[in-house]
């Protein structure tokens, strides 16, 4: 079931990898000759770059965690309050709902751009501090524009109307109806999006933090700074979706709640909590002052990266591997309204639930795990992923058991796994970083695993057409239908076994991943097939996340529609 397969986007990209290769060059201040891959060999206890081991506690340690928490705050707080507050509070159409939860998203798409403005234009000589400042500018802006902008009387003025079939509606109740609310939905979606803008760019400038980080760890021990920020972002998260399943579960919110906050009190909450990081950011971010780097000598050694073997290798194992481990089947939601009965509260606690668990893969992992087989375990989490997932999703769908927290409980087991997979597979982005592009390539690799959505989405509509697993199919509850979602969800545990044939495109550890680098040669044929592919991804995404914004079109299947 769907519920236990994690988005692209629930905290970031299962893969990620940055790599550099350069020739010498004179240095004359504004060439591109501090991009190069540090002889590991060279470096005491295996490092990847020179430098004392980062301390997480040390000052710019400090100004870094800050980074990620109120990146998690934000990422796990604006998109969760689409579906209270545009939805239930405004009653927006589906296709505002569905623009909102487009666009929130749409940024993560063009991360690699952001990562090149970092690289090559430093404000003041500052690449990463000076951004993170602007896109921190930019989201809280944009907060304090939620915060200081009346949400309105919400659709329904009466709580109690929400329960009424609009064909039995009095005149009394007509005239209580705040028809109007909806039009306030579109401003809060282009706000929802530039503050997203800004959270975004201050990420990937703090990725590329991460990178040199990491770099200057042991071999042994690299991965510890990787696994301590993603627990804190992901403590940060939790947090964010807290406040808003228990500040909007009001009675104007369709909860059951006697109290709740309006939207500008909730944008208010979280404005404050992200100002610090404006002062935070410029004092405690350690950076050195770097000249501005020559575009053209830059895209250069961009395109000399791409053609090493180590390089397509990893973006093909990437993109390929999340299109396929990421189709899912479509009736998972109305399965779990109808068939289970599940309430959107106990929805959020599970999803809160989720996200510890979650977090917890990432303690293993960061304190026991850090040598174990990148392949290996990637295909261990995965078999334990579909044998938990198939127990509840069979039993529900067959009327053996069926209960909400069956249904939600067990699936949650998949996330301490989950999270030992996911945050294996992100070492590989130090083990491939250079010097000088960590912010484009990180930003390339993270942002091919989101490309990977909406192709595997196309794909999920495409097989379970045939199957008409339609809602009202799904009330009926016969055996025919039982069996068509039987096939559906066979069909996905199938895409998923299929995923694992790309692991041999994955290195095995750190080592291997060095030596690929030092012996794997390069090919322009292969590096212009990378770029082909994963720029055509690209332009499908924006297309389809385009035409998913307009009700002429978000009905297409390629747009996530179920057909016109």
Known sequence: MV????????????????????QAKVNNGNDYSNVKTP?????????????????LTSQDGLGLLFQYCVVGINYGLLPATIYPFLQQYLNATGSQVTTANTLVILPWSFKVFYGVLSDCVPIYGYRRKSWMLVGWVVCLAMLLVMATSPAGDPYYTVPSDRDVNPADYTPEIEARINTDAGNQAGKYVMYMFFAAFGYVLAVVCADSIVVDFAQREPIEQRGKTQ????????????????????CFNGEEYGGDFNFSLNFPELMSIVAVITAPILPITWYLVKEEKKPRIEFRQYMSEFWTLL???????????????????????????????????????????????????FMAGIMVTSKWG????????ILFTGI?????????????????????????????AVKLPYGVGWM???????????????????GLITMVGNLASPFAQALTLLIDQPLNLTTARIQADDNSIRTDLTYAVLIMYGMTIFSWAFLVFLPRQKAETQ??????GSSKIMGGITVAYVSFAMVWSLMTNIMAMFESTSCLLIAGGKGC
């Open 3 to 22: 519920a236990s397969r994690p988005s692209n986007l629930d905290i970031p990209v299962r893969l990620s990898y940055v790599s550099g290769a350069s």
């Open 39 to 55: 002889d590991a060999a060279n470096l005491e206890g295996g490092a990847l770059r020179e430098g004392e081991v980062p301390s």
């Open 227 to 246: 696994s301590a920020i993603y627990t804190v972002r992901t403590v940060f998260v939790i947090i964010g979706q807290l406040l808003v399943g228990f």
């Open 307 to 357: 053609q090493k073997r180590a390089v397509y290798q990893v973006v093909f194992y990437q993109f390929f591997q999340n299109v396929f481990s990421s189709i899912s089947y479509t009736a998972s939601s109305p399965v779990k309204s109808y068939m289970v009965g599940v309430t959107p509260i106990n929805n959020t606690i599970s999803e809160i639930f989720a996200n510890v668990l």
């Open 370 to 377: 850090l040598n174990w087989s990148w392949r290996k375990m």
């Open 384 to 412: 334990f992923v579909i044998i938990a997932d198939s127990i509840t999703t069979f039993l529900t769908i067959w009327d053996v058991f069926r209960s909400q927290w069956f249904w939600l409980g067990l699936p949650l």
């Open 424 to 442: 294996i597979g992100n070492f590989v982005i130090v083990e491939l970083a250079g010097i000088g592009n960590e912010g484009a390539i990180y």
């Open 515 to 520: 030596e690929l680098l030092r012996t794997g």
